[in-house]
């Protein structure tokens, strides 16, 4: 312990002494944790669409209000020609074409019917498919709107309504910034462990010490710890930082179930990480060499670990995948314990995952740095 604990002085030191790498550290993930729930927000908004209007009645111009008061819709043009309105679709000065038909209002007096006519500028696959979505769900609002006054006036003919009430559960108000922090927070924590400790390794064998140190009586169990520990502190820290301040006191998050509990998997999930930091280490020469590979692996984290898209909505193949990556399941409980107060039971098979994690990671990368030292 009295060399390890000299060891340690010796890694903190080292870190708190370097001035450039201190707010890579410490202020550029609480920068990038501040702005990036900004950015990342699935709810698509200024969606550029023409409408041809063919019926120019007090329905028509109602249903064109309803689309322009929605706050998602920029009416990018207005006639009776549905040329010109391709022609917009042609200059990617339109992304949705709405299409009404003549006599749109007496189809729906009369026959209580009337098809509407949308096209959709694909190239932007998720603007399309978002966009295409809002303007059904307006439309579908507006014609129970019309229902609920035909029924509302005795001279008409009572038309039946199904009403469905829905509530949304641990985010009411559907506010993004709720899903995107925790796991932006998980992958900012996450690029710090393995990027951090496999540079600082790397750095000493490009520098020398790393010989120096294999001909000392230091145990290599002791020089490991050494390395992972100062880290692992750094990580608990920036991981309280981003929860408790960043997400509670800017976002207004807390979160809903135990605290104890979240931190014994952040702790259990650190250890995995800088086990795959120090396995890099041990097959890197270089600083670039790390950074390279610490790269290629991260973009495989973040982009299969569901923070952005689902995991269930991809590919099987890619869902084995992602069940392999440590961040999708890091990701899983932190929303799991902060949004919907998840207790040991719902998230043991976790604790399970990633304790093998850690042994196969830690394990490998002992068993190479030993081969190669």
């Known amino acids: 312990m009295r060399t390890l604990r000299f060891l340690l002085q010796k890694e903190f030191r080292q870190i708190f002494r370097n001035r450039a790498l201190l707010p890579v550290i410490f202020i550029a993930p609480m920068i990038q944790l501040l702005i990036m729930p900004l950015a990342a927000d699935y709810e698509i ?67 209580n019917e009337q098809k509407l006519f949308i096209a959709v500028n694909a190239i932007n696959g998720t603007k399309a498919t978002v966009g295409s979505s809002y303007l059904s769900r307006i439309i579908a609002s507006y014609n129970a709107d019309i229902r609920l006054e035909m029924t509302a006036n005795p001279r008409m003919n009572p038309v039946p309504n199904i009403e469905v009430p829905s509530i949304n559960r641990f985010n009411p108000y559907l506010n993004y910034p709720f899903f995107m922090v925790p796991g932006i927070l998980c992958t900012l924590v996450t690029m710090i462990g393995v990027y951090m400790c496999a540079l600082n390794i790397v750095k000493e064998k490009e520098v020398g010490t790393i010989e120096q140190i294999n001909v000392t009586p230091i145990k290599k169990i002791h020089f490991i710890l050494g390395k992972l520990i100062p880290f692992w502190v750094i990580g608990v820290f920036l991981f309280s930082v981003g929860l408790f301040i960043i997400a509670g006191l800017v976002y207004g998050i807390r979160p809903l179930g135990s605290i104890p509990l979240l931190y014994s998997f952040l702790f259990l999930f650190l250890i995995a990480v800088l086990g795959i930091g120090l396995l890099i280490s041990t097959y890197s ?17 973040m982009l299969m670990s569901g923070l952005f898209t689902p995991v269930d909505s991809m590919p099987n193949w890619a869902i084995v995948i992602a069940r392999l990556n440590p961040v999708t399941h890091f990701i899983e409980v932190v929303r799991m314990v902060v949004l919907k107060g998840s207790g040991f039971n719902d ?15 830690n394990g490998w990368a002992v068993w190479n740095y030993r081969k190669t030292a």
């Open 347 to 361: 998230i043991k098979y976790h604790f399970l995952i990633m304790t093998g994690f850690a042994l196969f990671f």
């Open 45 to 111: 908004k200024n969606i550029n669409i023409s409408i041809v209007d063919h019926d120019h009645s007090a329905y028509s111009r109602q249903l064109v209000s309803k689309i322009s008061s929605s706050g998602y819709f920029v009416i990018s043009d207005y006639g009776t020609s549905f040329n010109a309105a391709f022609q917009q679709f042609e200059k990617d000065k339109s992304d949705l074409i709405l299409e009404i038909p003549l006599g749109f209002e007496r189809n729906l007096v009369k026959e």
């Open 285 to 301: 020469e270089t600083q670039q060499q790390a950074m390279s590979i610490a790269f290629f692996f991260m973009m495989i984290f």
